[in-house]
């Protein structure tokens, strides 16, 4: 019909944002009751004409077709009618006694301009669906010619990243934490990936593609794993480093099985409960409160140490936090990267000291990259820093052991 019309439509490739948690959370049958509220709005809101369908799962597509011969007048109508329907979405949902708020990443291709066979269109709009995931979710996104490009580099990361853990191209290093006498009283495990055609690659970088695949279950496990042995290693050497702190992503730790998981590699691998820190993020705790308090209660009666990682840039409310069995809180690098004794970032340094002090739980600075900002921190009364400035991520055999208590 736009080729027959010379004139221009649309196609909407909408996917819901953490449907999987709703579903999880609620049951299959009020999930489907969610579907159903979301495509009745979405129907209400798109014209006669239009076809509204799901395309499975929590996918929906929106065809606008005959939006006019002006190219741009038609971007804006197509973008238009997504701001209506992503507004349509965010509006409170009550299921079951509860409200729900849903947000949606929505992609945009025009056609016949990017593309005219249907497949070609459909695909086109999910590329563009999905990089309205990357910018941060509840997003708005046109295609572009390089969004493909940027699509089949994406997967050819995801390719490589699932040979690099064959490989061994994946590997562990640690950043020192240290004291404000420069002893050292732990490590982080930061995992790297050394490719074997294009060199190092940011953890930025991949990261994200092993959440989105579900790779970061079995890298998860291999970090813990490494960090454990490390802990022996060190152990057998007589060397103290303190704690080794490992990231735990939500994926992993929301597993049924994480307990016991941990567990286990704590008794293949001989480590030292008590040297082992894992590293959560407020949001991954507050997906399941009850659930998060009694995984960690299990593992921290073995010994095992928990911190909240870049605290304050959550969303939480305090009043869970005397809930959680933690050691440590770690502040974010953006209330360090500008800090200065008069600034607003010194207030929130401040509090966190203060609250922290109360609840019994340490407090470290991490992102410290010069002087001034560990002098700052110290006359604030932050007495662990972690970062470029206190010492950069090594090998295991490169750390500064001088440095150890």
Not at 142 to 151: I, L, S, T
Request: with cysteine.
């Amino acid at each position: 019909m736009a080729r027959r019309r010379e004139s221009y439509g649309a196609v909407l490739f909408i996917d819901l944002d953490n449907f999987k948690t709703f579903n999880d959370a609620l049951g299959h049958a009020s999930g489907d009751a969610l579907l159903s509220q979301i495509a009745q709005r979405l129907v209400q809101r798109v014209r006669a004409g239009d076809t509204v369908v799901r395309r499975g799962g929590d996918e929906f597509l929106v065809v606008l077709p005959d939006l006019g011969d002006d190219l741009a007048l038609t971007s804006y109508e197509a973008r238009r009618v997504a701001d209506k329907l992503r507004d349509g979405i965010a509006e409170p949902i009550y299921l079951g006694g509860r409200q729900l708020h849903v947000t949606p990443s929505i992609g945009i291709t025009l056609f016949p301009q990017n593309g005219d066979k249907p497949e070609e269109v459909l695909q086109h709009a999910e590329v563009a669906m999905y990089r309205a995931k990357q910018a941060g979710r509840d997003g708005i996104r046109f295609y572009a010619p390089d969004m493909q490009a940027a699509a089949e580099s994406r997967l050819q990361l995801q390719n490589d990243l699932r040979h690099a853990l064959n490989a061994g191209e994946l590997m562990l290093h640690y950043q020192p934490q240290i004291d404000s006498l420069g002893r050292m009283r732990g490590v982080e495990a930061l995992l790297r990936w050394q490719h074997g055609k294009h060199g190092m690659i940011s953890p930025a970088e991949f990261i994200p593609v092993a959440e989105e695949t579900g790779l970061i279950l079995s890298i998860g496990h291999w970090v813990l794993q490494q960090a454990c042995r490390q802990i022996v290693a060190w152990q057998r050497a007589g060397v103290n480093m303190g704690s080794v702190a490992v990231n735990v992503s939500a994926r992993q730790f929301h597993q049924a099985d994480f307990v016991t998981r941990v567990e286990r590699i704590l008794v293949e691998t001989g480590a030292d409960p008590r040297r082992l820190e894992l590293e959560l993020t407020e949001t991954m705790l507050l997906d399941n409160i009850g659930e998060a308090v009694d995984k960690m209660q299990v593992l921290r009666r073995r010994g095992v140490r928990f911190s909240i990682d870049d605290f304050g840039t959550g969303y939480s409310s305090l009043a869970y936090l005397k809930q959680l069995p933690l050691d440590r809180l770690k502040i974010d690098q953006s209330f360090v990267r500008e800090l200065t004794l008069e600034s607003k970032d010194a207030a929130i340094v401040r509090a966190v000291l203060s609250m922290a002090g109360h609840l019994g739980f340490e407090v470290i600075a991490e992102g410290v990259e010069t002087a001034a900002q560990q002098q700052a921190l110290l006359e604030l009364g932050c007495t662990l820093y972690q970062g470029y400035h206190p010492g950069r991520p090594v090998a295991a055999d490169k750390l500064p052991l001088h440095l150890a208590p």
